[in-house]
Nanobody, 124 residues
Framework: QVQLVESGGGLVQAGGSLRLSCAAS????????MAWFRQVVGKEREFVAG????????SYAESVKGRFTISRDNAKNTVYLQMNSLKPEDTAVYYC?????????????????WGQGTQVTVSS
């Protein structure tokens, strides 16, 4: 079992930055691929970014490429999402997710564990 707890959300003006963190329980964090998804009320949850076991493999949604950076610190059992140049359309609840395989996939159903989510609101 893996428990995920997100933090770092909040209210920011357009053009600003936020860093989300996701702390994971368990001793095998390094063996999980991690990802961030986001969801707006009334819409499906969408993939934002993912990172493989060794941080050598990352993947991003086209809408965030060049603005968001995903990273992980296996010693701290934590994955991060640095979000720069934020836009109002980035407003959503952001979820951390984990899967027990090495490949990053952009599909919600392929992830085994989820956090409770953290709200990000970008004002114009």
């Amino acid at each position: 079992q893996v428990q995920l707890v997100e933090s770092g959300g909040g209210l920011v003006q357009a053009g600003g930055s936020l860093r989300l963190s996701c702390a994971a329980s368990g001793r095998t964090f390094s063996m999980y691929t991690m990802a961030w998804f986001r969801q707006v009320v009334g819409k499906e949850r969408e993939f934002v970014a993912g990172i493989g076991w060794s941080s050598g493999s990352t993947s991003y949604a086209e809408s965030v490429k060049g603005r968001f950076t995903i990273s992980r610190d296996n010693a701290k059992n934590t994955v991060y999402l640095q979000m720069n140049s934020l836009k109002p359309e980035d407003t959503a609840v952001y979820y951390c997710a984990a899967r027990r395989f090495s490949v990053v996939v952009p599909t919600e159903g392929r992830y085994d564990y989820w956090g409770q989510g953290t709200q990000v609101t970008v004002s114009s």
